[in-house]
């Protein structure tokens, strides 16, 4: 199954299963959260308009070149009073202009004349220097809309905005299990044929960024019984997220109590990494089984799982970037699937990691994201290609 139709079957079921329960957290602990309703400005914003510059602020209006004895001093916190006819006002960058002024000088444009008035230097222009009331936004518009997720500029614009509290989805709750019987937890020695699981950190960190409570279930023992059993005490989350045992090895037994305790509806993609990824049901609960091989999980997790999860949270933005560069390889054998190389920038060229084995999660390490080479294709240097930044992705 291509790439698209997989995603598009993935979104639909999430969209068919949205986490809609809420709770209201302080601004402090909203980052990677998502919006259960939109944000509306309390205010117009700027409330009132105000000076974009440190200098004086004066009528054009009437206003014939002479140099205008001040009235008042207005700093930024403070109220003034109306502007009386004939003066201008001394006033800092973001100041509220007083009533009467429609424009602000700055300050290395003026004279200052031994008879403490002002000489403006230069041509004025009615507005200049000020920022309007409401430029930004007007009362009771909405600003971030429901399904944003919160990462520091949209905290940020919620704090430009007043709110406190904000109501957002509840976490997603995710059981990560790793399956495999040649894994070992990092800190261990290993025995003979055994590895570290490197699959288990990689997504409950990642799980975390993404505002997921994680359900650390460890190490599945490549048994069917056993894998039948883990399904079953894993009910009551939102989505069981399992690597390994999704291929057609003997020992890989997720396909299969899927197949036959449950509900298989996705199985094998035209990517590459990530072919055997799959996705069914167990019981009540979604099940994304995605390859063991390091960098299939890594793949399988940013293009799949992560939109995936988003989309039940009620996001509509879940697709990655992809950017349009110059391809710095040649790729001289078109594959049947669909490839995501590790790749870095070097100028305005994606150059790739040597060795795009599956099993080398160095190269993701080494990356700055992943080149798309469509199924069918071959590459001469300098081709456009996509590439899909990962730090976006992250978090
Ligand atoms: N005859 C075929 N063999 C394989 C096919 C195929 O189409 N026909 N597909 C290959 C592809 S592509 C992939 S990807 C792998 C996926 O296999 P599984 O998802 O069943 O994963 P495992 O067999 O359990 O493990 C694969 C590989 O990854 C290592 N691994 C597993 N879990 C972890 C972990 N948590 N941390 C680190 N490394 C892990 C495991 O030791 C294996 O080396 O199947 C191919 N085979
Ligand atoms: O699809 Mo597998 O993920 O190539 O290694
Ligand atoms: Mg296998």
Redesign the pocket.
């Known amino acids: 199954m291509p790439l698209e139709q997989a995603l598009q079957r993935l979104l639909e079921a999430a969209a068919a299963e949205p986490i809609q329960a809420c709770e209201t957290v302080s601004l402090a602990d909203g980052a990677g959260r998502v919006l259960a309703a939109g944000l509306q400005a309390t205010s117009d914003l700027p409330p009132w308009p105000n000076s974009a510059m440190d200098g004086y602020a004066l009528a054009t209006q009437g206003w014939a070149g002479q140099a205008l004895p001040i009235s008042q001093r207005v700093f930024a916190g403070t109220a003034p009073g109306p502007l009386q006819p004939g003066t201008c006002a001394r006033i800092f960058t973001g100041a509220p202009v007083p009533d009467g002024a429609d424009c602000v000088e700055m300050q290395e444009n003026v004279t200052l004349l031994a008879d403490g008035r002002v000489q403006f230097d230069q041509p004025l222009t009615p507005g200049q220097n000020i920022r309007p009331q409401g430029q930004e936004t007007r009362l009771g518009e909405t600003v971030l809309p429901a399904g944003t997720r919160l990462g520091p500029i949209e905290l940020g614009l919620a704090a430009t905005l007043g709110h406190g509290q904000l109501r957002v989805r509840r976490r997603p709750k995710v059981a990560v299990l ?3 019987d ?2 070992v937890e990092p800190g261990q020695a290993l025995g003979p044929g055994q ?6 950190r990689l997504l409950i960190s990642w799980l975390q960024r993404l505002g997921c409570e994680v359900i650390d279930v460890g ?1 599945l023992a ?1 048994d069917l019984a056993l894998t039948r059993q883990c399904l079953e005490a894993c009910q009551q989350v939102d989505l069981i997220l399992s ?7 003997e ?2 037994f ?1 396909g299969q109590a899927l197949r036959e305790g449950g509900e298989l509806s996705l199985w094998k993609l035209a990517i ?5 990824l799959t996705f069914g049901r167990y019981l009540q609960v979604p099940v994304l ?6 960098a ?2 890594l793949v399988t997790f940013a293009l799949l799982a992560r939109p995936y999860l988003l989309r039940r949270l009620g996001c509509q933005q879940v697709a990655p970037l992809r950017l349009a560069v110059a391809a710095g390889f040649d790729w001289p054998v078109a594959g049947s699937r669909r490839e995501f190389l590790r790749a870095r920038l070097e100028g305005d060229r994606a150059v790739i990691y040597p060795n795009q084995s ?2 080398v999660l160095r190269s993701a390490a080494w990356a700055q994201g992943l080149v798309e080479v469509p199924e069918g294709t071959t590459l001469r240097v300098g081709d456009s290609v996509r590439f899909i930044p990962l730090s976006e992705l992250l978090g």
Request: aromatic share 2%.
């Open positions: 790793s399956t495999g040649e894994l590895i570290y699981n490197s699959n288990r190490i490549d690597t390994g045992g999704v291929s057609v090895g020992a890989d997720l590459k990494p990530g072919k055997p089984g995605l390859p063991g091989n390091p299939s999980t599956s099993g």
